[in-house]
């Protein structure tokens, strides 16, 4: 109860110390606080969910929850409030850019220089590549929405520290954010890895199946694949292991995961 009454003490002043702070913070810094803080809150609701009823009503307990309803609508309005930013600022360096390259452009013309020998390297801020015709230079990436790519990266990196719970939570958040994001079907299985963690098998094999049978064409299929039949294996369904492996010796043939189920296959010595 202690630790409880001083993360609330915490989430309540943190403001104040976010305020100190905040113009030493970039926007990816801010996003990963709010991303903390929304894990957090989570888990102090958790903690102060009971088991089962009781007849008694407690007016702190329900001030309390209260106060965590409010703390995390605020959250998801700074969450929202960020990104609008960030889409701002990232509209405001690429229009900036674009009018100060036409503004060398036409100087240049105007002295009679040569413009063919203009610079256009550099970009207001720094990060964002323009071409010689003003347009935003293409690549091979998947179009990603504000703040996706951010979103995704703190949830891996959740899940590489060990922190399956919070992962669990930052993934789930993720696919409801993003339901149509190129990262859905890595996202599905790296749950099912965040489940292994926690031991709960039957669950890590479920979002490996989902993974798969959503996004069967997707790169990481034949990663989905292996994954559920190792799953079926240590749940004890061998046989249905041993088949879902042949499966991604028979689909992806030309995938490293292809060797791995194969292995995997002649230990298991299946049939």
Avoid at 89 to 96: F, L, M, R, T
Avoid at 237 to 250: E, F, I, S
Wanted: overall charge negative; hydrophobic content about 40%.
């Amino acid at each position: 109860m202690i630790r409880l009454v001083a993360i609330i003490f915490a989430l309540l002043f943190a403001p104040t110390i976010f305020y100190a702070e905040e113009n030493k913070k970039t926007l990816a810094d801010i996003r990963q606080d709010l991303n903390i803080l929304y894990v957090e809150v989570l888990k102090l609701r958790r903690e102060l969910s009971t088991t089962q009823t009781s007849s008694i009503t407690s007016n702190n307990e329900a001030s309390v929850l209260e106060r965590l309803d409010g703390m995390e609508q605020e959250l998801r309005r700074l969450t929202s409030e960020a990104e609008n930013l960030e889409f701002r600022v990232n509209s405001i360096v690429s229009d900036s850019t674009n009018r100060v390259r036409d503004l060398e452009y036409r100087l240049v013309e105007l002295e009679g220089g040569d413009v063919s020998k203009i610079d256009f390297a550099t970009t207001l801020g720094g990060d964002l590549e323009i071409s010689m015709d003003n347009n935003v230079e293409e690549n091979s990436e998947p179009e990603l929405a504000i703040g996706e790519k951010a979103d995704y990266e703190n949830a891996q990196n959740a899940l590489l520290e060990e922190r399956f719970e919070d992962s669990l939570i930052l993934f789930d958040r993720f696919l409801d954010n993003y339901p149509d994001s190129p990262f859905s079907a890595s996202v599905i299985i790296a749950r099912g890895n965040a489940y292994e963690g926690l031991g709960e098998i039957k669950k890590a094999a479920r979002a490996y199946l989902n993974s798969f049978s959503l996004y069967e064409d997707s790169p990481v299929a034949p990663e989905a694949l292996t994954l559920l039949g190792n799953s079926l294996v240590s749940l004890g369904q061998t046989d249905a292991g041993c088949q879902t492996l042949a499966q991604v010796l028979m689909r992806f043939p030309d995938s490293d995961f292809s060797l791995e189920a194969e292995k995997m296959m002649s230990e298991l010595q299946c049939p």
